[in-house]
């Protein structure tokens, strides 16, 4: 379970603090799956970043399976969040140097679970990737790109998966691919799946909708 309680974040401003988040708290069990919408600047990214440990609060506790990753030293952390929480941001992020396998097969790097060679081959192919494998990301199309990112999201099978503006870098036919696919596969793995995003069109395909105005969290519907 994820759990999330009165968390905070604020920045220092000359005016008296800026806050970003106020008193934010939130809980949701595996194979649950929301949208969280909101303005631009009203906090969606920092809260993303906060739960999956980019950022840290000013107060407030996170815990993932009853664990507050925050309390590890910055090795248990970063073991955390390689291990536990998979990522995928509207910019795909692939190294371009790298081919599409070995961009899947990056977070396993520091693995202990042996060779995830198999594993990834298969998200490939699940994301209908498996003839691109040798090709580098300057060769495919931004749906491509979002594909395999999503694939290195889940080799490492995430008890939390987060994307941020999933779609929105791409033309209406991709982002109703890869929302299809990202469901498919958060269903597929029982994951939980926070997705933060202006589309309305994404967010009604959830089943639950969150609003951030104000440093608050809501809930709401896709509107």
Known sequence: MLEVEHLAKHYPAPD????????????????????????????KSTLLNIIGTLDSPSSGRVRLDGANPFELDERGLAAFRNGRVGFVFQDHTLLPQCTVLENVLTPTLVARDGDLTDRARGLLDRVGLSRRLQHRPGELS??????????????MRPRLLLCDEPTGNLDHRSAEAVTSLLLELHRAQENILIVVTHS????????????????????????
Do not use: T, W, Y
């Open 16 to 43: 008296g603090p800026l806050i970003v988040l106020d008193d934010v708290s939130l809980e949701l069990s595996p194979g649950e799956a929301i949208a969280v919408m909101g303005p631009s600047g009203s906090g």
């Open 142 to 155: 931004g749906g491509e790109k979002q594909r395999v990112a999503l694939a290195r999201a889940l080799v």
């Open 200 to 223: 309305l069109e994404l967010a009604s395909r959830l089943p639950r909708v969150f609003h951030l105005a104000d440093g608050r969290l809501r809930a709401g519907v896709a509107s």
